[in-house]
C-alpha cells in the first residue's frame, strides 16, 4: 500500500470529520463574509486546533484574501491550505539516525502509546537496515517489562530488563554496556511515565540523562516525546510541561486512526518548537508512519 493512502486511511476518522466539516463550510457559504469566518472558527476550535492557533490561522487567511482580492470561498479554501500548509512546513520527517550509534530515550505520561511505538520504531528502523536494541527502563511494573518483551521478540531484536521495582538508570547503564559490545546502531529506551509528580519524573530523566551522556558520549542522543492525539488540547499541554523540563528533539503523535478531530497537529506545529516526527495509526507492527505535513493538511482540506 502507498503510504499516502495508509496515511489517508489511518486518518479516515479524522477526514470524516475534521475535514468533512470544513468543506461543508465551504460549500455552504459561497461568499466570503463573516459567517463563513465564524463557522470556519467553530469547527477549527471543534476539531482540537484550538482556540490560539486557530486566531493565527483566521486572521492569515484575512489577509492574504484582501492581499490577493479572493472572492470566491473555493478559493478562500485554497489559501487556507496553503496557510496551514506554510505553518507546518515542508518535507517528510523520521527517526532515522543521523549518525551512529544512536540512543533514543522515550518519554511520556502514562498510556499515551510510549511502548508500543517503541516495538513499530523498532520494526521500522529495522527494515530500514539499522540494528535495534530496547531498554526496559520503565521497571514500575513487571506487565511493562513483558510489553516490551513480547515486542522484542515480534521484532527480533534484543530487550536489556531487570527486574519490577528497580533503578531504572541502571538498566539503561546496561543496556548501553550491552549495545556497544553487540555494535547496536540504535538503543531505545522505554521510561516510566507514571511517577506521581514532576519534580519525580524530571529527577529520573536527569539521572538517565546523565548515565546517557556519561557513558555514551559520542552517541547520536534524541529524547522523543510520545503524545496521544484523542487526549486533544490536553496533550498540547503535557507537552509544554516535558518540553519545559527536558530537551525534547522530536514527537510522537499517537492514536490518530482514534480520533475524529486530528486538529492537535496543527496546533502542535504552531505552537510547540518540535516536529512530530512520526504518527501512529493503529495499534499493528508497522502502524507507524513517517509524517508528511503537506500530506496531512491535504488530507483534512481537499
Ligand atoms: N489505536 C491505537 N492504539 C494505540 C496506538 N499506540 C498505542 N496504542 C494503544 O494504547 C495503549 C497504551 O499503550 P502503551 O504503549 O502501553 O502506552 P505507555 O503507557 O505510554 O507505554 C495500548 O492499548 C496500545 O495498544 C495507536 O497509534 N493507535
Ligand atoms: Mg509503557
Not at 469566518?37 to 486546533?49: R, Y
Request: hydrophobic share 40%; proline share 2%.
Amino acid at each position: 500500500m502507498e503510504w499516502f493512502d495508509k496515511l489517508k486511511k489511518g486518518l479516515s476518522k479524522t477526514k470524516d470529520d475534521i475535514s468533512g466539516k470544513i468543506e461543508q463550510v465551504f460549500t455552504f457559504n459561497k461568499e466570503i463574509n463573516d459567517e463563513l469566518f465564524d463557522e470556519l472558527e467553530e469547527v477549527m476550535i471543534l476539531s482540537d486546533i484550538g482556540a490560539i492557533t486557530t486566531e493565527t490561522i483566521i486572521d492569515r487567511l484575512k489577509e492574504k484574501i484582501k492581499a490577493e482580492k479572493l472572492t470566491s470561498s473555493e478559493e478562500a479554501k485554497k489559501a487556507l491550505q496553503d496557510i496551514i500548509v506554510e505553518m507546518m512546513g515542508k518535507g517528510t520527517q523520521n527517526i532515522k539516525p543521523e549518525k551512529l550509534p544512536a540512543v533514543y530515550l522515550v518519554v511520556g505520561v502514562n498510556g499515551v502509546g510510549k511502548t508500543t511505538s517503541i516495538g513499530k520504531m523498532a520494526y521500522y528502523l529495522k527494515n530500514n537496515g539499522y540494528s535495534v536494541m530496547l531498554a526496559a527502563g520503565d521497571t514500575f511494573r513487571a506487565a511493562a517489562i513483558d510489553q516490551l518483551e513480547v515486542w522484542g521478540n515480534r521484532c527480533h531484536v534484543d530487550v536489556v530488563k531487570h527486574t519490577e521495582g528497580s533503578d531504572p538508570a541502571a538498566v539503561i547503564y546496561d543496556a548501553i554496556q550491552s549495545a556497544k559490545a553487540k555494535n547496536i546502531d540504535v538503543l531505545i529506551c522505554d521510561t516510566a511515565g507514571r511517577l506521581h509528580n514532576k519534580k519525580n519524573l524530571m529527577e529520573e530523566l536527569k539521572k538517565i540523562n546523565k548515565v546517557i551522556e556519561r557513558e555514551y558520549s559520542d552517541a547520536y542522543k534524541q529524547t522523543l516525546l510520545v503524545m496521544d492525539a484523542t487526549t486533544g488540547q490536553n496533550a498540547l499541554s503535557q507537552a509544554k510541561e516535558f518540553i519545559e523540563v527536558s530537551d525534547v528533539n522530536g514527537l510522537i503523535l499517537t492514536k490518530l486512526d482514534g480520533t475524529a478531530k486530528g486538529g492537535v497537529v496543527v496546533a502542535i506545529a504552531n505552537e510547540l518548537n518540535v516536529p512530530v516526527k512520526m504518527i501512529g495509526i493503529g495499534e499493528g507492527i508497522d502502524d507507524l508512519q513517517e509524517f508528511n505535513p503537506e500530506a496531512f493538511v491535504k488530507a483534512i482540506i481537499n
